[in-house]
């Protein structure tokens, strides 16, 4: 039986089979690093050409850039879910290889370097890494576990381990002005 055809872009699509097939059978890969490793290759394809990769809107949550949506991978003939080592990790499996005529070799390079650094990385280790400047000014105060989008703006922003205040309320005021609040 068929699974129903998937409402992502085929760019994200190959750009997830790519990663499922580099962690193929390590039990480290999950949702997250997934998530991350998205989220950081549309951000240094952004930064280089001005528009993302994948055209996926990510989201501020609690444990850094998410969009809940990628729970449906698994609507993608070829990709599924699989049980992680615990209940809460699940784990992106693909049938197939990926695409090469989808995914340039400068977008796999991208992700390659994502990939080896959050590899061997625990979950709180990639969560805490993906709270830069784009995440930060975002999230804002929010306690909830979800956040309001990151705008693709953000992405030319560096990723300094904090940003200081003052740049922060500067950066969130010009966004206001402009229209675009993410609170």
Same mark, same amino acid.
């Given at each position: $039986? ?9 760019? !994200?699509?190959?750009?997830? *089979? /790519?990663?499922?097939?580099? &962690? %193929?059978?390590?039990?480290? &890969? =999950?949702?997250?690093? !997934?998530?991350?490793?998205?989220? &950081? ?9 001005? %528009? ?6 990510? /989201?501020?949550?609690?444990? =850094? ?9 698994? @609507? ?24 090469? *005529? ?17 590899? #061997? ?10 709270? =830069? ?7 804002? %105060? *929010?306690?909830?576990?979800?956040? #309001?989008?990151?705008? &693709?703006? !953000? ?6 381990? @904090?940003? #200081?205040?003052?740049?922060? %309320?500067?950066? $969130? ?5 402009? =229209?675009?609040? #993410?609170?």
């Amino acid at each position: $039986m068929s699974k129903q055809s998937s409402s992502f872009s085929a760019s !994200l699509i190959e750009l997830a *089979t /790519y990663i499922a097939n580099r &962690f %193929e059978g390590d039990s480290r &890969f =999950g949702l997250l690093k !997934l998530a991350k490793i998205i989220f &950081f290759c549309d951000q240094e394809y952004f930064r280089r050409h001005g %528009e993302t990769f994948t055209d996926y809107h990510f /989201y501020a949550w609690k444990n =850094g850039p998410f969009n809940a949506s990628l729970y449906k991978l698994d @609507q993608v003939d070829h990709l599924t879910w699989d049980e992680g080592p615990s209940s809460q990790q699940r784990i992106l499996v693909s049938t197939r290889a990926f695409d090469d *005529t989808v995914i340039p070799i400068e977008v796999r390079d991208i992700a390659d370097s994502f990939i080896e650094s959050f590899m #061997p990385m625990t979950f709180d280790e990639v969560s805490n890494y993906s709270h =830069g400047v784009a995440w930060q000014i975002s999230r804002g %105060e *929010t306690d909830s576990n979800s956040g #309001p989008e990151i705008p &693709f703006s !953000l992405y030319y922003l560096g990723e300094p381990e @904090q940003l #200081p205040r003052e740049l922060e %309320e500067l950066l $969130m005021s010009s966004i206001r002005e402009a =229209g675009n609040d #993410p609170a």
